[in-house]
């Protein structure tokens, strides 16, 4: 099986920083594009930032020059550097991954994974 766990989240006046982390385990063969999306109360997810394994990225409009996401493919790890919050930032944030995974070295299976969410809330 796979796992992804998400940390980092918490209580942020504005303008201030957070960094969340989201680790991927279990039976990887591979990782491909990871991501971050974020719900706040009364709205659907949406995107916020994704990484390809080689490295290229996207941001959704509202956190373009404020966020920055990054991956350490050898601890199978991404990261969002959260800089200049703003209250309108507030939500759950989740990692994604797509992960192929293996099993028993001769089967493989490629699906989405989700972390279990962690609370970033932007506040003074």
């Known amino acids: 099986q796979v796992r992804l766990v998400d940390s980092g989240g918490g209580l942020v006046q504005p303008g201030g920083s957070l960094r969340l982390s989201c680790a991927a385990s279990?039976?990887?063969?591979?990782?491909?594009?990871m991501g971050w999306h974020r719900q706040a109360p009364g709205k659907e997810r949406e995107l916020v930032a994704t990484?390809?394994?080689?490295?290229?990225?996207n941001y959704a409009d509202s956190v373009k020059g404020r966020f920055t996401i990054s991956r350490d493919n050898a601890k199978n790890m991404v990261y969002l550097q959260m800089n200049s919050l703003k209250p309108e930032d507030t939500a759950v944030y989740y990692c994604?991954?797509?992960?192929?995974?293996?099993?028993?070295?001769?089967?493989?299976?490629?699906?989405?994974?989700w972390g279990q969410g962690t609370q970033v809330t932007v506040s003074s």
């Open positions: 279990g039976s990887i063969f591979s990782v491909n594009t």
């Open positions: 990484i390809t394994s080689g490295g290229s990225t």
């Open positions: 994604k991954a797509d992960i192929t995974r293996t099993e028993g070295g001769s089967r493989y299976y490629r699906n989405d994974y």
